[in-house]
Nanobody, 115 residues
Framework: QVQLVESGGGLVQAGGSLRLSCAAS????????MGWYRQAPGKQREVVAT???????NYAYSVKGRFTISRDNTKKTVYLQMNSLEPEDTAVYYC?????????WGQGTQVTVSS
């Protein structure tokens, strides 16, 4: 049973920074693509950033240059460093793992950016 637990969300002013963490358990962490998704009120869940087990990354256009995804396979943790935050980044952020067989989600962490 894979478990993903996010932390690091909170309230921040526009222009500020936050670092999200996602700790994984119950699987071979280094196998699979890890990602961060977000869902704002009234909107569909969207991908923010992904990272492969080899370290290749992809970002949504709206966060390129501001957010950085990274993973530490020894700690079984994936991070999302968010800089220059904007009110439009306000959402619940979810950690995701796809190992090619199944898709796993964390419970989400709220990020609120005030203007």
């Amino acid at each position: 049973q894979v478990q993903l637990v996010e932390s690091g969300g909170g309230l921040v002013q526009a222009g500020g920074s936050l670092r999200l963490s996602c700790a994984a358990s119950g699987s071979i962490f280094r196998i699979g693509v890890m990602g961060w998704y977000r869902q704002a009120p009234g909107k569909q869940r969207e991908v923010v950033a992904t990272i492969t087990n080899g370290g290749s990354t992809n970002y949504a256009y709206s966060v390129k240059g501001r957010f950085t995804i990274s993973r530490d396979n020894t700690k079984k943790t994936v991070y999302l460093q968010m800089n220059s935050l904007e009110p439009e980044d306000t959402a619940v952020y979810y950690c995701n793992k796809n190992d090619g067989f199944a898709n796993y989600w964390g419970q989400g962490t709220q990020v609120t950016v005030s203007s």
